[in-house]
């Protein structure tokens, strides 16, 4: 009686976790996803996520990668606050290496860190706007 109890509050919570990956970069080692359902703004400053699904595996078989940062929008200052680097692609499988970060950078134009800066801050000040009205 209570396995299928279980079963139903696994799959609901499954879902209460899942990011909504946007597409937002492409090149020939990859594509770059930002997590839009879990954008997050304070004054200037948004907090996201984003994901980077390899074309190859590395040599030590990481194909896709999940990594947290916040950039100030203002001043165009990424925070790379961590990583997570799995065996398959999309951020699943199982983790093969991680790590905590706190490196700043100011990213320069036309690169994967720029674009993502340029999408995560016009989304949320674009959702953020309508949503006031």
């Known amino acids: 009686m209570h396995l299928p109890?279980?079963?139903?509050?696994?799959?609901?919570?499954?879902?209460?976790?899942?990011?909504?990956?946007?597409?937002?970069?492409a090149n020939p080692t990859g594509e770059s996803y930002v997590d839009v359902q879990n954008l997050k703004k304070r004054n200037n400053v948004v907090y996201y996520s984003r994901l980077f699904d390899y074309?190859?595996?590395?040599?030590?078989g990481v194909n896709s990668s999940v990594s947290e940062f916040t950039v100030d929008c203002i001043g165009e200052k990424i925070t790379w606050i961590s990583s997570r680097y799995y065996n398959k692609g999309m951020g699943?499988?199982?983790?093969?290496?991680?790590?905590?970060?706190?490196?700043?950078?100011?990213?320069?134009?036309?690169?994967?860190?720029?674009?993502?800066?340029?999408?995560?801050?016009?989304?949320?000040?674009?959702?953020?706007?309508?949503?006031?009205?």
């Open 5 to 25: 109890i279980f079963y139903i509050l696994v799959i609901l919570s499954t879902d209460a976790f899942a990011a909504n990956w946007q597409k937002v970069y």
């Open 55 to 60: 074309v190859q595996p590395s040599p030590i």
């Open 92 to 133: 699943k499988g199982k983790v093969i290496k991680e790590g905590k970060f706190n490196r700043r950078m100011y990213p320069r134009p036309d690169t994967v860190d720029y674009i993502t800066m340029k999408f995560v801050c016009n989304y949320k000040q674009l959702n953020t706007f309508y949503r006031e009205k």
